[in-house]
């Protein structure tokens, strides 16, 4: 597990009393799978790729968690990401564990005809481990509902019809309408809830956001919609500022249009990713990478309030000086457990063989993740903590409980 996971679990643990023994327990996952992946490549030759599945812990039911392509794909950074499941599914109280997977390959190098056969090689290889009960995949950087699609198919090959082996399918395999949009739609509640504690109107919020990405650009145009100013906006090629606040419908539009990108907007004056992170805005949300927010750039930010949309922006040498600067943190663990959110009601819809309407989706997301931060707010005030500790100690003593109370013979 990195040092940050790691710390901050270690931070929850010390203040709930739990023993050594107890902390390796939660710490240590429960099964590392890592399997060769071979296939043969559109132009005939053979590829050998390797793919993981972590799961982490189970206390609180079946485990929950993504499936990463990506050439950076490890067995570290997959166990970070497990756990952080783990955490994350207990602190919005969804009845899961935490898991996490992948296959360390490029999908931009893949025909789509390689893209499907990796997918389904990779699965012939989990199956066994994974299931409706016991471990649902979803999709996560490099994957997305077609993916997800195959996956359901190739399980059915062995285990039968179980459309809630798998979440974040295609609407017409299964999927639950509503799933696309979700993450983002958690950070726009999860800031709405932010500002109702702080007393302080959503209507003319000045909001900075990076990444326009799944999670970046659906948050832009629900916090738009709501009302809030979004100021700023980025993805990977620069940004754009307009004080006045941008026209997110007509930025989306213009990104829409073949070799256009976020700079290139005319509504606003361009500038570069470290401009963003410190410009003038009441409320930052990074919702592209991990590590954006550094002990070298912490200083700089502007914005009172953080929304952690990305999994790990903040570095703890960033999060210390936050804190000394009362800056208002939503730890990732939170805000951005939208996703899962939905996934869960994708996994219930499934179940249950009823089609939910996108309105009950959308109600129960807000009811969840509301409920979620107010128990984070209430702990972060009884206890004097900030909210990534009381987040932690929330996530980290329910799983403690389950785990106890299961008993361990
Ligand atoms: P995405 O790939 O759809 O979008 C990422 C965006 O970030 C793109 O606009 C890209 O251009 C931009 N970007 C990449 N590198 C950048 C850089 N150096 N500077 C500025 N912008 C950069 O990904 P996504 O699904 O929106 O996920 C974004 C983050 O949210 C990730 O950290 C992911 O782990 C996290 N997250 C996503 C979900 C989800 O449901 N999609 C759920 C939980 C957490």
Redesign the pocket.
């Known amino acids: 597990m990195s040092s940050s996971a790691q710390r901050y679990f270690e931070q929850a643990a010390t203040l709930l009393n739990m023993g050594a023994s107890e902390q390796k327990l939660l710490l240590t996952p429960l099964r590392e799978v890592r399997v060769q992946v071979a296939m043969r490549m559109d132009d005939g030759q053979l590829a050998t790729f390797t793919g993981y599945r972590i799961q982490h812990d189970k206390a609180r039911g079946p485990m929950k968690g993504g499936l990463r392509y990506h050439p950076e794909v490890n067995s570290a950074e997959v166990l970070e990401l497990a756990s952080l499941m783990t955490w994350k599914t207990a602190v919005v109280d969804l009845p899961y564990g935490g898991a996490k997977g992948g296959i360390s390959v490029d999908p931009k190098t893949l025909s789509p005809g390689e893209l499907e056969r990796i997918t389904r090689k990779f699965i012939d290889e989990i199956h066994e481990v994974i299931g409706p009960d016991q471990d649902i995949p979803a999709?996560?950087?490099g994957t997305n509902a077609q993916v997800m699609a195959w996956i359901e198919n190739q399980y059915e090959k062995y285990h039968g019809y179980s459309p809630g082996c798998v979440t974040g399918k295609p609407v017409e395999m299964h999927g639950i309408d509503g799933r696309e949009e979700?993450?983002g739609r958690g950070v726009a509640i999860i800031l709405q809830a932010t500002l109702k504690r702080l007393n302080r109107p959503l209507k003319g919020i000045s909001v900075a956001i990076?990444?326009?990405?799944?999670?970046?650009?659906f948050a832009a145009s629900i916090l738009h919609d709501m009302g809030a100013k979004v100021v700023a906006v980025?993805?990977?090629?620069g940004g754009i500022y307009n004080a006045q606040g941008l026209d997110i419908p007509a930025l989306q539009a213009h990104v829409a249009q073949p070799a256009e990108k976020v700079s290139s907007f005319p509504g606003g004056t361009p500038i570069i990713?470290a401009e963003l992170l410190a410009c003038d805005a009441e409320v930052l949300i990074p919702?592209?990478?991990?590590g954006?927010l550094t002990g070298d750039n912490a200083q700089a930010v502007r914005a009172k309030i953080i929304i952690e949309?990305?999994?790990s922006?903040t570095t703890p040498e960033a999060d210390e000086i936050f804190h000394q600067r009362e800056l208002v943190v939503v730890p990732?663990i939170l805000a951005?457990a939208?996703?899962?959110t939905v996934s869960y009601f994708e996994w219930v819809q499934n179940r249950q063989h009823f089609k939910w309407e996108l309105a009950d989706v959308r109600e129960k997301l807000a009811k969840q993740m509301t409920r979620a931060f107010d128990d984070v707010w209430n702990i972060a005030t009884e206890k004097k903590v900030p909210l990534r500790a009381a987040a932690y100690l929330l996530a980290v003593g329910r799983v403690a409980r389950a785990t106890k109370l299961a008993g361990i013979e």
């Open positions: 999709p996560d950087m979700a993450t990076q990444g326009f990405g799944n999670v970046g650009s980025s993805d990977v090629l990713n919702a592209a990478l991990g954006v949309a990305a999994n922006p990732d951005n939208g996703g899962v």
